[in-house]
């Protein structure tokens, strides 16, 4: 698998590979094409808040992924949020989230000191995946207030 950055080349796949994603097992609910428009928008002009990575194989886009960064004052550094991975059915059980996980893990060092994700409770196969990387459950109640679109 080839890993690069998001281009603006890759707008329409991202879109239809992104309106998939939120309406699979891995997320709660759908969103909004608007919302998906605007997350393309911040990773392609450059944000220090949120990255885009294409993945290839054999000359086809087979998927895709999207890092967000913060500070965390529990760990006293930079964290990394794994907001989205994504990889089309067909292209699924090849390794292609592995090595992505084996790239994203590798970027905690120095000042980054925590890489965190969410997974839903019935997406089993991802939390395996997650847990063999050294991922730990936190019980935390997640709470949001969302503006409207």
Not at 45 to 51: A, I
Not at 56 to 76: C, M, N, Q, R, T
């Amino acid at each position: 698998m080839k890993m690069r950055r998001i281009e603006e080349k890759d707008r329409e796949t991202f879109l239809v590979m992104a309106n998939e994603f939120y309406s699979g097992p891995g997320v709660l609910h759908k969103v909004d094409p608007r919302v998906l428009e605007r997350t393309f928008d911040e990773m392609v002009k450059d944000s220090p808040f949120l990255e885009g990575y294409i993945f290839e194989w054999e000359d086809k886009i087979v998927g895709y992924a999207e890092l967000s960064y913060s500070f965390a004052p529990e760990v006293g550094g930079r964290s990394i949020f794994i907001e989205e991975i994504f990889i089309c059915e067909e292209y699924r059980n090849r390794g292609f989230g592995h090595k992505f996980l084996e790239f994203a893990v590798g970027l905690v060092k120095g000042d980054t000191r925590r890489i965190r994700l969410e997974a839903t409770r019935s997406n089993e196969k991802a939390i395996a995946l997650y847990r063999s990387f050294g991922f730990e459950e936190l019980d935390y109640m997640q709470m949001v207030v969302d503006r409207p679109v």
